[in-house]
């Protein structure tokens, strides 16, 4: 059974930026795809970012390409979300996931998620 324990949310102002962690534990880390999606209030959960096992390959959503950026270190068991020029549009529960799958174009899902870390950008 994977855990997944997310840290790094937080409260940031607008252009501002946060980094966030997520250590798995419970299985070999190194062999499955990772990614982070979020949920906002009132929203449907969504993939932001999505990692190859090998961190060879990423998927990033329009909404955070150029500005975010995921990154894995097998050796930590960890995977990051780095969150650059943050916007307010960006507040939400951010979640880690392992073993993303496409669901349709452009859409991920997942069955192992972490707690969620929040993450406030204000004006």
């Known amino acids: 059974q994977v855990r997944l324990v997310e840290s790094g949310g937080g409260l940031v102002q607008a252009g501002g930026s946060l980094r966030l962690s997520c250590a798995a534990s419970g299985r070999t880390f190194g062999n499955y795809d990772m990614g982070w999606a979020r949920q906002a209030p009132g929203k449907e959960r969504e993939f932001v970012a999505v990692i190859s096992w090998s961190g060879g390959s990423t998927y990033y959503a329009d909404s955070v390409k150029g500005r975010f950026t995921i990154s894995r270190d097998n050796a930590k068991n960890t995977v990051y979300l780095q969150m650059n020029s943050l916007k307010p549009e960006d507040t939400a529960v951010y979640y880690c996931?392992?073993?993303?799958?496409?669901?349709?174009?452009?859409?991920?899902?997942?069955?192992?998620w972490g707690q969620g870390t929040q993450v406030t950008v204000s004006s």
């Open positions: 996931a392992s073993e993303p799958y496409v669901v349709k174009a452009g859409a991920y899902a997942s069955d192992y």
